[in-house]
């Protein structure tokens, strides 16, 4: 990320930018374009992020927020360790407030166990398998694609290239599946 893509959204802002900053110290940036600007109203469903690279998980956690989705978000970085977490194992026993997370955004090629294998444990589990998952990965085979959704996948999303193309497929995602749509976790919650 860093400053190219600082630049390249401060560029497209309509406004002048100023910038107030004490030497040596990070300063965080907010930017605000005031005609598109609005806030979401997400409901607190926790997002599990199981992502292995660091880059891609600063990116999708930094396109969430910057598409308005401010909702908790717990990331595993592999496979062995999302399993842990859903099943409540190990380092996860301790009870969670955010548990279950209302979705799952899962990467498919992950160092141990897989995506295909992790959807293929979700469905097993009476308590998990509702839990929608969203596929986030750099794969464009449609065998993959095709894997995915006959394992119980509802949505599988291609990574973009560009900040912006990651930023646009993340509003996606947050509106369709926190505005939009009802998920089963926000169901009970509503009866």
């Known amino acids: 990320m860093g400053l190219t893509t600082d630049q390249d959204l401060a560029t497209g802002h309509k406004e002048p930018l100023w910038i107030k900053s004490i030497l040596g110290e990070c300063t965080p940036i907010t930017l605000h374009d005031k005609e598109n600007f609005r806030?979401?109203?997400?409901?607190?469903?926790?997002?599990?992020?199981?992502?292995?690279?660091?880059?891609?998980?600063?990116?999708?956690?930094?396109?969430?927020?910057?598409a308005g989705l401010n909702n908790p978000i717990t990331?595993?970085?592999?496979?062995?360790?999302?399993?842990?977490?859903?099943?409540?194992?190990?380092?996860?026993?301790?009870?969670?407030?955010?548990?279950?997370?209302?979705?799952?955004?899962?990467?498919?090629?992950?160092p141990g166990t897989d995506g295909l294998e992790i959807l293929e444990e979700l469905r097993k589990n009476p308590g998990l398998k509702s839990i929608p998952v969203v596929m986030l990965t750099t794969s464009?085979?449609?065998?993959n694609v095709r894997d995915c959704y006959a394992r119980g996948a509802r949505s599988y999303i291609h990574k973009p290239l560009d900040f912006d193309g990651f930023i646009k497929a993340m509003a996606w995602l947050g509106d369709y599946w926190f505005q939009t749509m009802t998920t089963p976790k926000e169901a009970k919650r509503l009866q």
């Open 39 to 66: 806030i979401r109203q997400t409901p607190s469903q926790s997002i599990l992020l199981v992502e292995d690279s660091q880059e891609d998980c600063e990116i999708t956690v930094r396109s969430l927020r910057l």
């Open 75 to 110: 990331r595993c970085t592999d496979g062995d360790d999302a399993l842990n977490y859903l099943f409540r194992r190990g380092t996860y026993q301790d009870p969670d407030p955010s548990f279950p997370p209302g979705i799952i955004l899962l990467d498919l090629n992950l």
């Open 140 to 143: 464009t085979d449609v065998r």
